[in-house]
Structure formats: structure tokens, C-alpha cells
Nanobody, 112 residues
Framework: QVKLVESGGGWVQAGGSLRLSCAAS????????MDWYRQAPGKQRELVAR???????NYADSVKGRFTISRDNAKNTMYLQMISLIPEDTGVYYC??????WGKGTLVTVAS
């Protein structure tokens, strides 16, 4: 049983910054892949950022240069640093581990 808990979401004006966290606990001892997804109302859930234990990262074109994914392997925690936020970034952000486990999400609202 793996539990993922996101935190750090909230309301921010366009141009602002937020830092999201995702803590993993339970029956997991090492994590290869940790991903961030987001979903706006009425839209498909999309992959925002991906980080692997090998050190590689990938970002959606819409967030490149503005979002940074990082991880603390000792704490089984990953982060998403978001800067220069725009209203299109609004949505529920979810963490995903090993393409199998999901958190319940944290809401990010960017006001124009």
C-alpha cells in the first residue's frame, strides 16, 4: 500500500510562484519515476513533468523554462517549483509514482 500526499497548492496572481510537494509513504523503498500531472475542469489530465532515479527530467512544452521538478530520495518526496505562473496553469495537480500510484491532488488557481 502506497500513499501519496500533495501539498503547496493555493491561489496566486499571474506572474507569481508556488512550490508543490508530494510525499510518498507505505510499501515503497525506492522510487524510480515520479511524475506531476495536472487537470483543468473539462480537460484531459496531462503530464507536466517527469523525474527518474537516473537523473533525467522531461517537461511539457507549455511549462518548459518555468517549472522545475526535483526530488529528495531520502525522504521519498518530490517537488514542483513553478514560477511565472499564468492563468492557463490553473488546475488540480497530481503526483504519480511508478506510473501506478496517484495522490488526491492539490488545487492551483492562477488569477489574471
Amino acid at each position: 500500500q502506497v500513499k501519496l500526499v500533495e501539498s503547496g497548492g493555493g491561489w496566486v496572481q499571474a506572474g507569481g510562484s508556488l512550490r508543490l510537494s508530494c510525499a510518498a509513504s507505505g510499501s515503497i523503498f525506492s522510487i524510480n519515476e515520479m511524475d506531476w500531472y495536472r487537470q483543468a475542469p473539462g480537460k484531459q489530465r496531462e503530464l507536466v513533468a517527469r523525474s527518474t532515479s537516473g537523473g533525467s527530467t522531461n517537461y511539457a512544452d507549455s511549462v518548459k523554462g518555468r517549472f522545475t521538478i526535483s526530488r529528495d530520495n531520502a525522504k521519498n518526496t518530490m517537488y514542483l517549483q513553478m514560477i511565472s505562473l499564468i492563468p492557463e496553469d490553473t488546475g488540480v495537480y497530481y503526483c504519480n509514482v511508478e506510473r501506478a500510484y496517484w495522490g488526491k491532488g492539490t488545487l492551483v488557481t492562477v488569477a489574471s
